[in-house]
């Protein structure tokens, strides 16, 4: 019953309850690219009690979409293009939730206009346009504008809980799933994340579960070693969208991982495998002074977190170790035991960080507050998706495509040239 309560008083808190913060005088005024449904979660709900934070304007391609956005969503300024956003000198920074096949293209021309970016996930279309971003001089100068790809997921304390539970070089098998019940949201064959053309696909979409193997690791992957894809049929992707994929993989250290994502989950399947985590490690030996000579202690572990992309709702971290006391070397067993523990972090103080924060604060809060850190030179909790980090990602994702025998996500045609 408490837990209940508790998730009841922080969603409330989340959407109504949380006072609206007064905003300081050199607020950050943001501008949004598109009228994207996933604007309000992301960025508006995080910004309303952020001190340093302004929603300040829209720009769609129809305007008459953007000014029913705008009054929806309380933003006080529309644009009649998004060249028109960049261009005003009092935007500082921009919100990109555009379509994938998009992405590129729009990073560069607000970093060219002087505007720090949140771009929203995945970064891009592949890896070719992933080096083009992150390594173009826009990005790399030492004055170069912020730019950060939103996996909020990274920057919430259950994530920084998560891996400091992990022995990275002796994780051997890991596991992470995302499975969305598309079909009772809306995600119909229609739907952009399903047009080839706009870079669709499950693999780019629910890209998290990449990143989150990755996470474990702390390692890139050595290689996809299959991909079994679903794919949606034409149009408008001409089957060439994936909306169902299990991918496994191999790492730099010997171990080894499996990706599974749906788009078009059933209710039943979404609500068992959601949003999960899981590390498997190695038998490793560990230090116990209390044992007599000639004897060991062995320790295999096993952490799983559940629900890592909405863990302010709820969450739960499982950490299994089973210890084994055996004759030095690998010998007899002498006893065996296993431990079990349950772990949550919904304030950074409960992963160990002393810095303020609220558990009502989804992960798109604590991906605010580092983004406006950077944004101002401050230090931050240490959370960051480095430019790298994207690039990396971006080469995972191709690497499922090329096991799938699907084509890569095409490079799109605008000419980087042109910024």
Known sequence: MAGLLSFVHRSWQNAVGAPKAIKAGDAIKVGVLGAANIGPMALFTPARYHPEVIIYAVAARDRKKAEAYAKKHGIPHVFSSYEDLLASPLIEAVYIPLPNGLHLEWALKALQAGKHVLLEKPSVANAAEAALLFHHPLVTAPSAPVLLEAFHYRFHPAWLAFVALLDRPNVAHARASLKVPGKHMGFGAGDIRFNYALSGGALLDLTYTMSVLRGIYGAAPTACTSCEVDTMPSPPGDGLCDYKYDATWTFPNGGTGETHGNLQAGVLESLGDFANAEAVHRPVVVPDAALPGGLEKV??????????????????IDVEDRFVVRKRGGGEVVREWTAKESKKAYTLRDAGIDRPSEPYWWT???????F???VRGREGTGAWIEHEDSVEQAKTIDMAYAASRLPLRQTTKFDPASV
């Open 372 to 374: 406006v850190n950077r």
């Open 364 to 370: 798109y809060k604590y991906m605010l507050d580092e």
């Open 299 to 316: 320790r295999t572990r096993r952490v799983a977190y559940t629900n890592y992309i909405g863990p302010a709702m709820w969450h739960r």
